[in-house]
C-alpha cells in the first residue's frame, strides 16, 4: 500500500533498482518528474544535456559499457522524438536502457494539444517495452515491468507519463511485485557440448571469430585459443576481449580488418562463433564446418549455416571445453598466421612512426597509445575514425571500446564518454572523432564543462566527410559533397570553458597529448590530418577497379589527375 505521490514513488522505485543518475533536458510536460528528482538530488544525480539525442546515446553506452540500466528523460513532442537515434543503438547493440517521457495531461490527450504526438506509435519499432500510464495506481508495477524487460532483452523500455500523473496521490491498493531482475546463467547441453569437442577435434585449420558475448570470458577466450590452436578475430564491438598484441590474435574483419584474418578466415576448415551474430556473413568461410556458442538461442543460425548450435554462457561453455579438450599438437596453422600478422604490424608501425606533416591519421593513433592508460576508455566515433582505431590501437584486456557498432551513428564518441566518465570517474577517457562525427554533438561539449568530466577529444580534421568520400570513390563516383568548412575545434573548447590544442604540425601532436592529459577537464585535441582513405586490409578487384573508374573520370571532368592510394593496397589483394 502506497500513500505518496506517484512521482515519489518512481523516483523511490528508481533508486531502488540502483538507478544514480538520468540524462535529460526538463521541459513542460516532465516537470513534475522533475520536481521529485530535485528532491532526491543526494541519490540521483540529473545530468542535464544539450541535445536529447545526446543524453540518449549516453543513456546508451552506459548501460553497453557497465551492463547497468541507462536511463533517459525528455518531455513529448520534440524532446521524445529527439531521443530515437540514441534509442535505436540500444536497440541494435543490446543496452537496457529506460525511458522516461512526458506527455500533456491525460484529460488532454487525443485533443491535438501543444506538443502531443502518438508516444505508443512513436517508440513502438525501437521498444520492448512501450506503455503509457494511465493511472497513479499502475505506475509502480509497470516502473518494474519496464526495467525488468529491458534487462531481460536487453532492450529499450519506455514509459510514457502524462504530466498529471506524477502529482497524485497513490491512495488505492496496488499490484505487488518485486523490484528485482536475475541474470540467467545457461550451462549448454552436454550433448552439444560433446559434439563441438568432437568437432574441433578433428578440425586441422580452426579459427574462433569472437564478439561481445565473450567479453566476460576474456581468460576463457586466450586459454581455448592456445588448447585448440587456432587464431583470434573479433568483431567491431568486441575490441579488447583479447589483447591486440597476443600472439594468436589476428584483429578484425571485413572492411576494418587486417589481411591476417581474411585470409585465415578463407582457409579455415572450422569457425567457431563465439558470442556474436556475425552480420557480414559474405567475410565468412564457404562450406566450413560451424559452431556457434550463444547464450542467446534465437541468434544461433540466424546469419550464417552452422552445423552446431550450443546455447549457453561462453565463459561456463569455454570452461568445459578448456577442461575437456587435449591441447592440439599440430600448430601450423596458427603459427602460420602468427607470422603473417607479425609481417602485417610492421607494415601498421611503418605507418604509424611517420615524423612527417601533414599528419596523417594512423600517426595520431601511434601519439593516443603513448599517453593512454591502461584502464582507459575509448569512446570512438563513427567514419574513417573508427578504421583508424580498431586496425592501429593496440588495446589491452584493461581497457575498454565503445562504438555504435550496428546502427553505426556519428556523433557517438563524445556522449560516449560524458557516459564513460560518469560510470568511471577515475579512469582516463579518450573520445575520438572525426571533424564530421563530433560536429554532430558538438554542443554537449558544454555538458563535459559543467559537470567537469575530465576527458581528451581528439579531433581528425580533415574538413571531409571522409568515409562517405572514400565509399563514393570506390564505387567509381567523383566524391559530391562530402567537404566540410573548416573549423578551429580548439578555440571551440575554450569558448566552452575547456582546454583546446590546434595541432597543425607532426612535432606539436605529442607534447599537445601529453598537456591534455595533465589537464583535469574537458580538453579538445583539434589535429589538422592529411587526407588518407581507409583501405580495407584485403582489396577487392572490382574496388581496385572503381578506384579506376574514379580516377579517370577526374582526369576528364575536372581535367586532373589525381591517383588514389591505391599502390599501397595493392599488396592487399
Known sequence: MFDDRAGKVLVDLLEKWGVNHIYGMPGDSINNIMEELRKAADNINFVQVRHEEAGALAASSYAKLTGQLGVCLSIAGPGAIHLLNGLYDAKEDGAPVLVLAGQVPTDQIGTDSFQEVNME???DDVAVYNKEVASEEQLPSMVNQAIRTAYAE???AVLTLPDDIPTEKIKNKVQKNAVMYETPSLMPETGALE??????????KPI???????????????AFSDTIAAPVVISLPAKGVMADEHPNFLGNLGMIGTKPAYEAMDEADLLVLLGTSYPYSEFLPEDTTCI??????????????????VAGDAKKTLTWLNEQLPRAEKRDFLEKYQEKMSSWWEEMRADEEQTSTPIKPQQIIHA???????????SV????????????FRMKTTQDFLISSWLGTMGYSLPG???SKIAYPNRQVISLAGDGGFSMNMQDFLTAVKYNLPMIVVIFNNEQIGMIKYEQESAGHLDYNTDLENFNFAQFAEVCGGKGYRVEKFEDLKPSLEAAVSFNQPTIVDVCIEEEPPIPGKLSYDQITNYSKQTIKKLFEKGKLELPPVRKGLKRM
Open 121 to 123: 506509435r512513436l517508440f
Open 154 to 156: 536487453k532492450g529499450v
Open 195 to 204: 559434439e563441438a569437442a568432437d568437432a574441433i577435434k578433428n578440425a586441422k
Open 208 to 222: 574462433i571469430l569472437a564478439g561481445t558475448g565473450a567479453k566476460k570470458a576474456k581468460e576463457e577466450l586466450a
Open 292 to 309: 556457434q556458442i550463444d547464450r542467446e538461442p534465437l541468434q544461433i543460425g540466424k546469419r550464417y549455416p552452422v552445423d552446431i548450435g
Open 368 to 378: 593516443v597509445q603513448d599517453i593512454a592508460a591502461d584502464d582507459a576508455i575509448l
Open 381 to 392: 566515433d563513427v567514419g574513417n575514425v573508427t578504421v583508424w582505431a580498431t586496425r592501429h
Open 417 to 419: 564518454a560524458i557516459a
